[in-house]
């Protein structure tokens, strides 16, 4: 219709109505054009409060994975440095016990699985220009690529090789009674009384107190204990900076 009626206007030269035809289409493709553009900033804007929200949540359960891990490898060390100290052999079941549960608590292995579904999906999907903040770009591109995460996969020679001379029935005692894992992945080494069996205590913990390389490899253990505990506390202060830095994005678009 608009068509026809400009063409209506040439035919009679009436070029201010035709003037104004023009004006009527520029005018409503420029609105056009801005209509469009604000609704693509209102979705990118939802879509970068839905990825802030989600990287918060997701970097409290990292945290808490982490604070988990990090109590893991502390009690760890004490277990293993106790194994490590008790020199004197054992006389009876009561000195033995606490000697066995030592070398085993000594043995575990935690591994460290972080939450990152989110930024993930912000790298394959193009929407890293969403972050406004090069510092928390930064950050999260630092806490992802953190090179430590390769120490804390490998497990030490120690573990396999002190559960080859522990006997399996023990073990299974000690994983069910001296050991928890909680619903959200929190490992607990528990200090738990000595099993009532045919196990004999004393000559299992003077067998393990004799062998020279295995104490090499609990003296091992207790550094990848240690390294790894302060790779856990590292990667945990810079999940507390990520937090800080979306808090304070939230902070500043509120403003």
């Known amino acids: 219709m608009l068509l026809r009626r400009i063409t209506k206007h040439v035919r009679d030269q009436n070029w201010f109505a035709v003037f104004l035809d023009f004006l009527i289409v520029v005018v409503g493709v420029f609105i056009g054009i801005q209509v469009a553009n604000w609704n693509e900033r209102l979705n990118e804007a939802k879509r970068a409060e839905n990825y802030r929200e989600r990287l918060i949540q997701e970097m409290k359960i990292n945290n808490e994975t982490l604070s988990g891990r990090i109590e893991s490898f502390q009690q760890q060390r004490v277990f293993g440095k106790y194994a490590m100290e008790a ?78 001379i522990i006997p399996f029935e023990l073990q299974e005692y000690l994983h069910d009674k001296c050991y928890d894992v909680s619903i959200n992945d929190i490992h607990h080494l528990l200090d738990c009384p000595p099993p009532v069996g045919p196990f004999d205590l004393v000559e299992l913990a003077k067998e393990l107190q004799s062998d020279q390389e295995l104490r090499k490899d609990l003296r091992y253990m207790l550094s990848y204990a240690g390294v790894s505990g302060s790779i856990a506390d590292n990667l945990s202060r810079r999940v507390d900076r990520i937090l800080s830095l979306l808090s304070n994005s939230n902070q500043t678009k509120a403003d």
């Open 87 to 164: 020199i004197t052999e054992p006389e009876n079941k009561d000195e033995a016990w606490p000697i066995v549960l030592a070398y085993f608590q000594a043995s575990h292995a935690f591994t460290i699985s972080l939450q990152q579904g989110t930024y993930d999906e912000i790298i394959n999907s193009g929407d890293l220009a969403l972050i406004n903040d090069q510092d928390l770009v930064n950050a999260l591109s630092d806490f992802y690529s953190f090179s430590g995460f390769s120490t804390i996969q490998v497990i030490p020679d120690y573990r396999e090789n002190v559960r080859r």
